[in-house]
């Protein structure tokens, strides 16, 4: 079977009943030391490998190694794993819904604040590090060695996107071809207004420089940027399948020629770093890390829009975004300077696309009310305020709906 047909059937599995939709999140974070220094993976004192070993036990999980190194856990709570900045990775269990997702990050987040200071570490909501040098940081993974040999020859550009950045990653279920290329033109016109609403950088800074989704995004133009026939009317998983599979292969040496088709789709998509990337699920991978309380916007955002069906139409209909990529591209590259001091027009679409999440969440079950009651109130605030008096922080702070509880 041609690569391209492997990476179709695998993304075609995905298709699953309507009813039962799930929603999964990863959470990245950057942790630091006692001294406000990056730890490395091994060594006295502070190592991301001893914190591993004491999760592990912590959740009653399963240590996973390679080389005789812990590398991650496996638990009913979720995974964990290390980004190539020793960036600490949980994993979600699949929610049935939004409420569910807040209960198991609130359980997460007490186990993670439990844990870290007994190794000497603290979490932080950094979505972006560049006062600290992470040259000793790498996890002993050979996919890591392969990918630091590749790009720390082109630089910080290279090295800067996989080890100082965290964010937040969503992943959504599809019930037919037809919902998954909805969804994926969903996804693509939400894209610049999510990253306005949910920026998490130094106020005031407007570069490219303070910027983790710009370094992402010119990372590597061939695995982060998608191409143009996904702004088409015809795109469809074929298509997808088509251009992941053109791809040269990243992790030659991890090649393995005896491997089952689905071991060759993974390989291949797990190379793609783009907005929006399918796998047997659709991922959004477009928002900073952001603090704990914020989080649980973030998801409601995207749940609103996308398993909603008259928001999924609603949103699909706004032709403008995912059929002109100029357009797209212009939008995505203001909301990521500017945030929420984007331009009126940006700010404009941005509202109305947050109009239309939280009219989806109002017509979904067993939602989470404290995350919709934020989301209006950010609603309110861009709408009755000056876009540059706007800051993530000043929509949540002092504001008794915030509570995890």
């Known amino acids: 079977m041609k690569l391209s047909e492997q990476i179709s059937s695998y993304i075609h599995e995905g298709i699953t009943s309507q009813a039962k939709s ?7 974070t950057i942790c630091l030391t006692p001294i406000d220094t990056r730890p490395s993976f091994i060594g006295e004192g502070c190592s991301m490998q001893e914190a591993l070993i004491q999760f592990g036990k912590r959740l009653d999980g399963e240590l996973i190694k390679e080389a005789d190194h812990v ?14 900045g020793c960036q600490l990775e949980w994993s979600s269990p699949a929610a049935a819904s939004l409420r569910e997702l807040r209960q198991s990050m609130k359980r997460w987040w007490a186990i993670r604040d439990e844990v870290l200071p007994q190794v000497g570490l603290r979490p932080t909501p950094m979505a972006l590090d560049l006062l600290r040098d992470c040259q ?6 050979q996919r890591y060695r392969c990918m630091r040999d590749d790009y720390q020859a082109i630089g910080e550009r290279g090295l800067i996107p996989m080890q100082q950045t965290a964010g937040i990653h969503l992943s959504f279920d599809y019930h037919s071809e037809s919902d998954w290329q909805h969804k994926f033109r969903g996804i693509l016109s939400a894209i610049p207004a999510s990253i306005a609403l949910f920026s998490n950088r130094r106020p005031g800074v407007r570069n490219f420089r303070a ?14 940027q998608l191409p143009a026939v996904a702004f088409s009317e015809e795109f469809s998983i074929e298509h997808y399948a088509a251009w992941v599979a053109s ?3 990243l992790f030659e040496t991890l090649a393995d020629d005896e491997a089952s088709d689905t071991e060759h789709a993974e390989h291949h998509l797990s190379q793609v770093f783009t907005p929006v990337r399918s796998k047997r699920v659709l991922e959004v991978r477009a928002n900073d890390r952001v603090a704990d309380r914020m989080v649980p916007m973030v998801a409601a955002y ?5 398993y909603d069906e008259d928001s999924l139409q609603t949103l699909t209909d706004l032709t403008y975004m995912w059929k002109r990529p100029n357009a797209w591209h212009e939008a995505f590259f203001d909301a990521a300077i500017n945030g929420m001091s984007a331009s009126a027009s940006s700010m404009r679409r941005t509202l109305r ?17 404290t995350a919709i009651d ?9 709408h009755g305020k000056p876009v540059t008096t706007i800051s993530m922080e000043s929509v949540t702070s002092n504001s008794p709906s915030c509570s995890m509880n």
């Open 22 to 28: 799930r929603i999964g999140i990863e959470i990245e």
């Open 247 to 249: 791809i040269p292969d």
């Open 136 to 141: 000793d940081t790498w996890p002993p993974k």
């Open 71 to 84: 590398i991650g856990v496996e638990s009913q709570l979720g995974n964990l794993s290390l980004e190539p």
């Open 211 to 224: 910027n983790r989704t710009l370094y992402w995004h010119r990372f590597d133009a061939v695995r982060t």
């Open 374 to 382: 934020d989301l209006q109130r950010l609603r309110w605030k861009l």
């Open 302 to 306: 995207w749940t609103g829009l996308l």
């Open 353 to 369: 696309i947050l109009d239309i999440a939280l009219e989806g969440l109002y017509r979904i079950d067993d939602t989470d009310a």
